[in-house]
Each structure stands twice: as C-alpha cells, then as structure tokens.
C-alpha cells in the first residue's frame, strides 16, 4: 500500500520545505508507458547542482501514478514526490496540466526554479505557466550554476544554431525561475534502493472548458535503441537517392553496431526517413558515444544537433563537406563502396 500524505497548497508547503533563501527545485517528471523519460532524468541531474532540495512532480492517470511514484521515490537526489491523478491527466495537454502548476506555485509557493526537459509539452506548459506568474523563462540550457550568496542563478544555452554560447543570469528579483534542460548536457539522475523519497499528494485542478482534446497519439517503434539516447547513432543524408535506398544501406550497419538511425533535414524532407530520425536544430540534438554521418554534407541546422558526439565519423565523397570540420575520422569515399566492406568486416 502506497503510503501517501495529502496536503493544502498554501498552508502547509511552508511547513514542509527549505526556506526560500535557499534552492527549492520543483522538476517536472515526465513519463511513458510507466517509464520515467530519460530526459526528465537528465533535468533532475540540472536541478541537483542547483545546491538545494529537489521535488519531483508525476501527474498521469490513477493506476499510471502508482507505478511511476512507486519508480520516482527511488531517485537519487529526490527529497519528495508531488502527484496528482486525474482522468484528464492521462493525456497531459497544456491547458489542463497550467492550472495545476500555477496553483502549486502562486503566491506563499516555496519553490524558487522549476525544471523539465526540453521536450515538446514542457516547451508548451512552462512557458505558459511563466508567463501567467509574470516571470521569464530560459529554455535549452546547458550548464547552471547558483550563488547563494546573491540569490541568483547563471545559465548558459546555445544559439545561433549552435555557433554561439549564450549566458543568462537571472537575479533574486526574480522570485521563481523556469527553465528547460538539454539532455545531452547532464548525466540522467540514477537510482538507488537506499533512496525514499517522501511521497505526497496533489488534488487535481479540474478544467470543464479547455478548448483542446486530445484526439489520438501515433508513436513510431523500433526495435532499435531511441534515437534521443543512443549510444551510437549511424544518420544518413540526400546521398541516399530514396528510402529504399536508405533502408537498405543504413539499416544493416545500424544493426550490427546495436545503433539508432538518423537522417538529415534533407533526408527527411525528401521523404527518405520519418521525420521522427531527424537529427539537427529542427530535429532531435544527440551526443551518442559514435555518430556515423553518410553522406551527410554537414549544414549548420544538422552540426547542432550533433557536433557534441563523442566520436564522429563521417564519410562524403565531396572533401570540401563542411562535415569534415567537426568529424574526428574523415573518409572522402563513396559510401556504397564503404558501408558493405564495413559491413562484412564488422560481421568477421
């Protein structure tokens, strides 16, 4: 039996946590099939170095609940739990999740940052709730740093495409600061048996007027590891002339090294991939162990979202392909020739 401790927004939470001169973390936990998202795991890494006491917060179904808070209390640097179930948060859209959070963090609220991945429905809700409460918010972080000693919270976060690292400090003036994570920057948070997390309950705020439904979810499978947080990622460009093409030549190399599949905007828009594997600006931003780029000339859109790799390999038959600027091992060859000789060799 779960043990649970229901609790009045505005009367208690004062009681319960930090005071508001030190970090008091609210994370937005996001989950799936009643598994944790690994970026959400990587924001929970972002809001540790905060310094402070970190919550989580689950919302979902009533039997998903369960299971995710039951996962989530175990969580290495979690002090606490919020959840809140709720038929309406089965789907979690926008204009039901904000007025939850905006409750939970009106006036009295203890909470000084609240986090999530930068993902697509934390991209639609914390801003939203920000700007309900008439404060900013910074998303795509990649470093933050607190000083305690002004109250006040440092970020940095890439733009122009990449080519540039933007640093934002937000002052105590500023009495609770949003921002979204990159989860190719922090470590995901791990889990641990010793850990317990105290859990506590959240009545949900009912919404009867929301001028949006959800009407249905189509998710692409795969059995190969998620694009987002593979290890090794093989990514295809234009050069692969159609999508039988680039099924046939990536697949087989992407199944022996265990890897993802990516493609570039082009390969995408020219209908050679589902846009669920594209890599870029626009796309998925990845930082696997091995990133293979086939015939992937390297436009700026593409390079940010994958320059952080690890170890990129990159094989163009142009050795002028800006790709060769980031590659680590550059091959000016034609990947129709390398790909089945690497092919064979890697089966030996």
């Given at each position: ?88 948060y089965t789907i979690p859209l ?82 609770i600061k949003f921002f979204t ?163 064979e060799k890697l089966k030996r």
């Amino acid at each position: 039996m779960l043990r649970t401790q229901a609790f009045s927004f505005r009367r208690t939470l004062l009681r319960t946590y930090a005071t508001a001169s030190s970090p008091n973390a609210l994370v937005f936990l996001e989950h799936r099939q009643g598994v944790i998202d690994s970026g959400s795991l990587s924001a929970l890494t972002a809001a540790g170095q905060l310094g402070g006491q970190v919550t989580g917060l689950v919302l979902g179904g009533s039997d998903e609940v369960k299971v995710i808070i039951e996962t989530a209390k175990k969580l290495q640097g979690l002090s606490s739990v919020l959840h809140s179930s709720s038929p309406q948060y089965t789907i979690p859209l926008p204009e039901t999740v904000s007025p939850l959070l905006e409750k939970l963090l009106s006036e009295g609220s203890p909470f000084t940052h609240v986090i999530s991945a930068h993902s697509s429905l934390a991209k639609s809700i914390l801003p939203r709730v920000a700007a309900k409460l008439d404060v900013p918010a910074v998303s795509d972080i990649t470093s933050v740093e607190h000083d305690a000693s002004s109250n006040s919270t440092t970020f940095t976060r890439p733009i122009y495409a990449g080519n540039a690292i933007s640093t934002v400090r937000a002052p105590s003036s500023i009495p609770i600061k949003f921002f979204t994570v990159r989860s190719t920057a922090f470590s995901p948070a791990e889990f641990s048996e010793g850990a317990e997390a105290e859990l506590k309950t959240l009545d949900p705020v009912q919404v009867s007027d929301s001028p949006s439904e959800h009407v249905s979810t189509s998710l692409t499978k795969s059995d190969r590891p998620e694009l987002g947080v593979a290890s090794r990622i093989v990514s295809g460009g234009r050069a692969l002339k159609n999508a039988e093409t680039f099924q046939s030549t990536l697949y087989p190399l992407a199944d022996i090294l265990g890897a993802a599949v990516g493609a570039s905007r082009a390969a995408v828009d020219a209908g050679y991939a589902d846009n669920s594997l594209q890599v870029g600006q626009t796309g998925k931003v990845v930082a696997p162990e091995l990133y293979m780029a086939l015939g992937i000339s390297g436009a700026i859109q593409h390079l940010a979202g994958m320059k952080d790799s690890k170890l990129i390999v990159a094989v163009n038959k142009d050795p002028d392909a800006p790709i060769f600027q980031v590659a680590d091992v550059g091959l000016v060859a034609d990947l129709y020739e390398v790909v089945p000789e690497l092919i064979e060799k890697l089966k030996r």
